[in-house]
């Protein structure tokens, strides 16, 4: 399969389920998850800062631009690995044509710690990668980009053990997944000119189609695929 079939099946998920695919990636991204650039956090550069104390009357909007900013690191430091479980659990339940809903967002709390450590892990991990030049680092990022939807769909798997799952998953498929994504530049691109509404829409089709590409690596290799889960 390549990125048209992916992007395919991601389409056929969300053809009656826009509404709820752009409400949940909403929330998942308010809340740390990551997923796309709606502008949420504010970034002034020097010269807006300094004209801003100048001005008595506009140091209470500098004062919230700050505390919103701060408000949603915050958020997104300790919610946004174990949301960012919650929404890939909506995205395989979409994708599978299970019941999806919001409150999808919320079934992984209880594994505050597993989603924090891969958060924090795959951060570090991307990083150090990043300190030889970016191409390492970016590589690194594919090489983990399925722990995420591990870990959701194994709930005796630790942070450590999905990104060691990762590398197996995405050995010889990295490219494959980098060119997925670079299918969605023009998507992308033409959010950025909407002053990024259009990713609104872009977003839950792309990684609507990240998970394609996860399910399809489970399919075909049995070895990836989830455990069994035990009936009541």
Same mark, same amino acid.
């Given at each position: 399969?390549?990125?048209?079939?992916?992007?395919?099946?991601?389409?056929?998920?969300?053809?009656?389920?826009?509404?709820?695919?752009?409400?949940?990636?909403?929330?998942?991204?308010?809340?740390?998850?990551?997923?796309?650039?709606?502008?949420?956090?504010?970034?002034?550069? &020097? $010269?807006?800062?300094?004209?801003?104390?100048?001005?008595?009357?506009?140091?209470?909007?500098?004062?919230?631009?700050?505390?919103?900013?701060?408000?949603?690191?915050?958020?997104?430091?300790?919610?946004?690995?174990? $949301?960012? /479980?919650?929404?890939?659990?909506?995205? /395989?339940?979409?994708?599978?044509?299970?019941?999806?809903?919001?409150?999808? /967002?919320?079934?992984?709390?209880?594994?505050? !710690?597993?989603?924090?450590?891969?958060?924090?892990? $795959? !951060?570090? *991990?991307?990083? #150090?990668?990043?300190?030889? #030049? *970016?191409?390492? !680092?970016?590589?690194?990022?594919?090489?983990?980009?399925?722990?995420?939807?591990?870990?959701?769909?194994?709930?005796?798997?630790?942070?450590?053990?999905? #990104?060691?799952?990762?590398?197996?998953?995405?050995?010889?498929?990295?490219?494959?997944?980098?060119?997925?994504?670079?299918?969605?530049?023009?998507?992308?691109?033409?959010?950025? /000119? %909407? #002053? !990024?509404?259009?990713?609104?829409?872009?977003?839950?089709?792309? %990684?609507?189609?990240?998970?394609?590409?996860?399910?399809?690596?489970?399919?075909?290799?049995?070895?990836?695929?989830?455990?069994?889960?035990? %009936? &009541?």
């Amino acid at each position: 399969m390549y990125a048209a079939d992916f992007r395919q099946r991601a389409r056929l998920a969300l053809r009656t389920r826009w509404a709820p695919a752009v409400l949940t990636a909403l929330v998942a991204s308010l809340l740390g998850a990551e997923l796309f650039p709606l502008d949420l956090q504010i970034q002034l550069d &020097p $010269t807006q800062i300094q004209q801003l104390l100048l001005n008595p009357t506009l140091v209470p909007i500098f004062q919230g631009m700050v505390a919103w900013s701060l408000t949603l690191a915050i958020i997104g430091f300790f919610l946004g690995g174990v $949301t960012h /479980l919650g929404y890939c659990r909506f995205q /395989l339940n979409l994708l599978d044509q299970k019941p999806a809903q919001l409150s999808d /967002l919320f079934s992984q709390f209880h594994r505050f !710690g597993a989603g924090f450590c891969l958060n924090l892990l $795959t !951060g570090l *991990f991307i990083f #150090l990668w990043s300190l030889l #030049l *970016f191409v390492p !680092g970016l590589i690194a990022a594919y090489r983990y980009a399925m722990a995420p939807y591990i870990l959701a769909e194994d709930p005796g798997c630790t942070a450590s053990e999905a #990104l060691a799952r990762s590398t197996e998953m995405m050995r010889g498929y990295k490219a494959r997944l980098f060119c997925l994504d670079l299918s969605f530049f023009g998507w992308r691109l033409l959010g950025i /000119l %909407t #002053l !990024g509404i259009g990713n609104l829409w872009v977003s839950p089709y792309s %990684t609507l189609s990240t998970a394609a590409f996860y399910r399809w690596r489970c399919q075909e290799n049995p070895a990836f695929a989830p455990p069994a889960q035990e %009936t &009541p």
